[in-house]
């Protein structure tokens, strides 16, 4: 009988590193292990952090399966990006303060294990595709909505990257030629209205006004309290001012998942984050939003779904990249 092999994921967050593995058919997850990434202690820092929950995931894999060190294959690494795939470097990350950092190869390096690299956002897509709510597509399109808004393609059952691995960025596609100013530079940008802290941000004004709000009571009056999690959470409760903000929000990303279908037809839009906590009050304005604007065959071709890997989603997504890269498919 031939011996299970292993291949490690690692999701490289702003906030936190996610580890874990998985057996190369994907059937299961093993040792999903945290840490803080602790941006401040620089790249060297980071990569310390990350060898040694890699090393730590190593011998849980050993531990639950009796598997061998060489029946590990190797590191997939999800990273904020942009990215240079082929040589492997992070060309600049604005949450770690990284430019042109060589991190595949010092990850590979440190556990003496082959690595490859892909852009968070495309591993995540690639792990909802492979494992989570998006599994059967062939062309999917996924937005992962939390601090930020990152986006991957799976075009023809393939991660798309484009001419220079910069596809996805969906984030950073224009609502309003003339709206809010984003984060890039640009000005409205759906992140600028539809992140995490966007949301936080609309709320606050939407509050301003108003002395009856759940919001308000929630964060003790005090609105520089208020995150998205407090806007599900109020609007859950029946606060007329949070479920105006989340009905906004569905029309805002509706028009921006309308772009999407329009351009992609896709089979499967499937939205991951934290943005997954607003659950249906948020999904079917949503969907009702798509199906106003986008083309009929384009819509009746598309299901819209939340996630279903909300902590390892990315980590399964870079074992994916890594079997894609390495072995050809998945
Ligand atoms: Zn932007």
Not at 24 to 44: F, H, K, N
Not at 270 to 278: R, Y
Request: glycine share 14%; with cysteine; hydrophobic share 40%.
């Amino acid at each position: 009988m031939m011996r299970e092999q292993f291949i490690i994921g690692v999701d490289l967050g702003g906030t936190n590193v996610v580890v874990g593995a998985m057996p190369v058919d994907g059937s299961r997850e093993i040792g999903m292990r945290t840490l803080p990434t602790r941006a401040d202690l620089g790249a060297t820092g980071v990569v310390d952090r990350i060898a040694a929950l890699i090393e730590n995931v190593i011998l849980d894999v050993r531990r639950e399966t009796g598997a061998e060190r060489e029946d590990i294959l190797g590191v997939g690494i999800g990273s904020p990006g942009p990215l240079d795939r082929e040589r492997g470097i992070v060309v600049v990350t604005p949450n770690l303060g990284w430019r042109d950092y060589p991190l595949r190869d010092e990850i590979s390096r440190r556990v003496g294990l082959r690595a490859t690299l892909d852009n968070d956002a495309n591993c995540a897509t690639l792990g909802e595709w492979w494992c989570g709510a998006a599994k059967g597509g062939r062309n999917v399109v996924g937005l992962t909505i939390g601090t930020g808004i990152g986006g991957g393609l799976i075009l023809d059952g393939r991660l798309y990257h484009g001419a220079s691995d910069a596809a996805g960025e969906i984030g950073h596609t224009s609502i309003d030629s003339t709206g809010r100013r984003c984060k890039c530079g640009n000005y409205g940008c759906l992140e600028a209205y539809c992140s995490g802290p966007a949301i936080a941000e609309r709320a606050r004004e939407a509050v301003e006004s108003e002395d009856h709000s759940v919001i308000l009571a929630m964060v003790d009056g005090d609105p520089s309290r208020i995150t998205a999690h407090v806007v599900y959470e109020a609007a859950k409760q029946g606060d007329l001012i949070a479920r105006e903000v989340v009905r906004e929000t569905a029309r805002i990303l509706g028009a921006g998942v309308s772009n999407l279908i329009n351009i992609f037809n896709p089979d499967t839009v499937v939205l991951a984050g934290g943005v997954t906590q607003a659950g249906d009050g948020l999904l079917v304005p949503l969907q009702g939003e798509v199906r106003r604007r986008a083309f009929k065959p384009a819509v009746d071709a598309c299901r819209i779904v939340l996630g279903t890997l909300p902590v390892s989603a990315g980590v399964v997504g870079a074992v994916g990249t890594f079997k894609m890269q390495v072995l050809g498919s998945i």
